[in-house]
Antibody, heavy 116, light 111 residues
Framework: QVQLQESGPGLVKPSETLSLTCSVSGGSISGFYWSWIRQPPGKGLDWIGYIYDSGSTNYNPSLKSRVTISADTSKNQFSLKLTSVTVADTAVYYC??????????WGQGTLVTVSS | QSALTQPPSASGSLGQSVTISCTGTSSDVGGYNYVSWYQQYPGKAPKFMIYEVSKRPSGVPDRFSGSKSGNTASLTVSGLQAEDEAEYYCSSHAGSNNPVVFGGGTKLTVL
C-alpha cells in the first residue's frame, strides 16, 4: 500500500496561487491515476482532478480554468496549482491514488487557508 | 451543492443495522457500477470502504455492505459498533468529464 504526504504553504493570500506537492512512497507513480481532492471546513469532499502517469489530466469543470496538476516521475511526486484563490478555496487538500474511479489511498491532508 | 444526495444524518443502536442512501441520476449512480463509499472520522482522512457498488477492500469488515437499485446506492452497516460512528461519503463515476462526484456526507450516530 502506498503512502502519500502533502506539503506546501498553509496560508495563501487572495488572488495568489496555491501550490501543493504530494510525495508518494511505497510504489511508483507510473502507471496509476493520482488525484487532488479538497474539503472545506465542516463540509463535504470536492473532486479537483487527476493526472495519469505524467501525462493526461482531467479536471473538475468548475475549477478547470484555474487548476493545473503535474507529475515528476523522477521524484515520485505530483503537484497541484490553483490560481486566483479566494476565501472559498480554504480547505483541507488531500492527495490520493485513484483506481477504477475509487479513491483507494489518501494522504493525511493539509489545511490551506486563504487570507490576507 | 453536492452532485449526489445523502441524508445528513442516520442513527442506529449498538448491534442493529442501519442503511445510508446515496441518490444520483442515470448519468452517474444509475449509469455506472462505479459507486464507492468512504468512512471519515473527525480530523482524519477518509478511508476507502466499498468499491464497484458492493466490493470490499481487504481489511474492511463484512459488516459493511453496498448495493444499488436504479439511481440510488446504499451502504448498510450491520451489527453496529461504537467505532462505526463517523461520517460516510458516497462517490460515483459520472462520465469522462466528471470522473468522480461525491455525495454530501451522512453523519452516522451509534446510540
Amino acid at each position: 500500500q502506498v503512502q502519500l504526504q502533502e506539503s506546501g504553504p498553509g496560508l495563501v493570500k487572495p488572488s495568489e496561487t496555491l501550490s501543493l506537492t504530494c510525495s508518494v512512497s511505497g510504489g511508483s507513480i507510473s502507471g496509476f491515476y493520482w488525484s487532488w481532492i479538497r474539503q472545506p471546513p465542516g463540509k463535504g469532499l470536492d473532486w479537483i482532478g487527476y493526472i495519469y502517469d505524467s501525462g493526461s489530466t482531467n479536471y473538475n469543470p468548475s475549477l478547470k480554468s484555474r487548476v493545473t496538476i503535474s507529475a515528476d516521475t523522477s521524484k515520485n511526486q505530483f503537484s497541484l496549482k490553483l490560481t486566483s484563490v479566494t476565501v472559498a478555496d480554504t480547505a483541507v487538500y488531500y492527495c490520493a491514488r485513484v483506481g477504477d474511479f475509487s479513491v483507494k489511498d489518501w494522504g493525511q491532508g493539509t489545511l490551506v487557508t486563504v487570507s490576507s | 451543492q453536492s452532485a449526489l444526495t445523502q441524508p445528513p444524518s442516520a442513527s442506529g443502536s449498538l448491534g442493529q443495522s442501519v442503511t445510508i442512501s446515496c441518490t444520483g441520476t442515470s448519468s452517474d449512480v444509475g449509469g455506472y457500477n462505479y459507486v464507492s463509499w468512504y468512512q471519515q472520522y473527525p480530523g482524519k482522512a477518509p478511508k476507502f470502504m466499498i468499491y464497484e457498488v458492493s466490493k470490499r477492500p481487504s481489511g474492511v469488515p463484512d459488516r459493511f455492505s453496498g448495493s444499488k437499485s436504479g439511481n440510488t446506492a446504499s451502504l448498510t452497516v450491520s451489527g453496529l459498533q461504537a467505532e462505526d460512528e463517523a461520517e460516510y461519503y458516497c462517490s460515483s463515476h459520472a462520465g469522462s468529464n466528471n470522473p468522480v462526484v461525491f455525495g454530501g456526507g451522512t453523519k452516522l450516530t451509534v446510540l
